[in-house]
């Protein structure tokens, strides 16, 4: 069983950042995939960014390409999301996530395994 839990969300101006951050439970860290998700009411939840278990390999929706940074820390069981240039429509209910068989593409919200309660992010205008 694997527990996250995030932290960091809050309310920003556009083209400000925030930095989110999930820290997870567990002796198998670095064995896991982890994923950010954005949901936002009446919608499906969808893929933001993704980090294979060593944090060699980084995916992103294009949307957040080159605004949008996700790192690791195995040594902490942390994950991190930098966002920077945020726009009101990267408002949003963030979710992190972990797959247990590690797949470095997991884009789809089946391909993950646990997931955190999620954290608000609110870009005014």
């Known amino acids: 069983q694997v527990q996250l839990e995030e932290s960091g969300g809050g309310l920003v101006q556009a083209g400000g950042s925030l930095r989110l951050s999930c820290a997870a439970s567990?002796?198998?860290?670095?064995?896991?995939?982890m994923g950010w998700f954005r949901q936002t009411p009446g919608k499906e939840r969808e893929f933001v960014a993704a980090?294979?278990?060593?944090?060699?390999?980084?995916q992103y929706d294009d949307s957040v390409k080159g605004r949008f940074t996700i790192s690791r820390d195995n040594a902490e069981n942390t994950v991190t999301l930098q966002m920077n240039s945020l726009k009101p429509e990267d408002s949003a209910v963030y979710y992190c996530?972990?797959?247990?068989?590690?797949?470095?593409?997991?884009?789809?919200?089946?391909?993950?395994?646990?997931w955190g309660q999620g954290t608000q992010v609110t870009v005014s205008s």
């Open positions: 567990g002796r198998t860290f670095i064995a896991y995939t």
């Open positions: 980090i294979e278990g060593r944090g060699y390999i980084t």
């Open positions: 996530a972990a797959a247990v068989r590690n797949i470095w593409n997991a884009r789809r919200p089946d391909e993950y395994d646990y």
